[in-house]
């Protein structure tokens, strides 16, 4: 077995496989108004590679396609990846949002991540102190 990035030339052998194997993957994914067949056609796959592509080149996701004895079997995407602020780069970042990072304690970062999860923006999951505009 072996991971490697998804590639544009396993859009319909993706597309066979998860047709196929509709009845085991089907409860794990998200209901959907539209047909099992049609979500899952080689457009599909080209609009789902460029999407998770797109988060990783942001850091956020990590997908691999899965070969076995070099024919594609499935995939895996790691999702959803946050990067704590707090590291050994921290001392790169603007004054203003370094100064109101230390402001919290790890466990106000903890709770700040999970809001990010459920966040339209980073912004709104770090709340601003009053008086402080990081617009500048």
């Known amino acids: 077995m072996e991971l ?25 994914e998200p209901s959907h108004a ?7 056609t080689p457009p599909a796959y080209r609009a789902m590679r460029r999407s998770v592509l797109q988060r990783a080149r942001m850091g956020t996701s990590l997908p691999f396609a899965i070969r076995v004895e070099g024919r594609l079997a499935g995939q895996v995407t790691i999702d959803n990846i946050v990067r704590v602020l707090r590291s050994r780069f921290q001392d790169k970042l603007p004054t203003d949002l370094r100064e109101r990072l230390d402001r919290y304690s790890q466990d106000e970062l903890d709770e700040i991540v999970e809001r990010s999860a459920t966040s339209a923006s980073a912004e709104e999951a770090l709340p601003e102190p009053a008086g402080t505009n990081l617009d500048r």
């Open 34 to 40: 539209m047909p099992w067949r049609d979500r899952h």
């Open 4 to 28: 490697h990035p998804l590639r544009r030339g396993d859009a319909a052998e993706w597309s066979r496989l998860r047709v196929a194997n509709e009845a085991w993957l089907s409860p794990w």
